[in-house]
């Protein structure tokens, strides 16, 4: 049963950066496609940025394009996102995502295994 642990997360000043980091464990995840999201306290879980299976090809929310950059380690099993430019509303609880298919995509519920959460606060 794959595993998915999120690090990386803490408390910062707007303007700030922050890199999260997911593992993998229990099975290699590359040929999947991956992905991150965030739930703002209040709100419901949303879209922040998809990778496919090679790290070929990305795509990110509106609201973190230009500060925010997702990668991947295959040979780690391994999933990162570069925060930059962090502002207040960027607090959330982060989580990542892997499908079980090589293309991204973007809906929560095309994600089938789910990390716990790494909570990510921006101070004003």
């Known amino acids: 049963q794959v595993q998915l642990v999120e690090s990386g997360g803490g408390l910062v000043q707007a303007g700030g950066s922050l890199r999260l980091s997911c593992g993998a464990s229990?099975?290699?995840?590359?040929?999947?496609?991956m992905g991150w999201f965030r739930q703002p306290p209040g709100k419901e879980r949303e879209f922040v940025a998809t990778i496919n299976w090679s790290g070929s090809a990305t795509d990110y929310a509106d609201s973190v394009k230009g500060r925010f950059t997702i990668s991947r380690d295959n040979a780690k099993n391994t999933l990162y996102l570069q925060m930059n430019s962090l502002k207040p509303e960027d607090t959330a609880v982060y989580y990542c995502?892997?499908?079980?298919?090589?293309?991204?995509?973007?809906?929560?519920?095309?994600?089938?295994?789910w990390g716990q959460g790494t909570q990510v606060t921006v101070s004003s």
């Open positions: 229990g099975g290699s995840l590359r040929m999947n496609a």
């Open positions: 995502a892997a499908r079980q298919a090589v293309l991204m995509h973007t809906a929560t519920a095309r994600y089938y295994w």
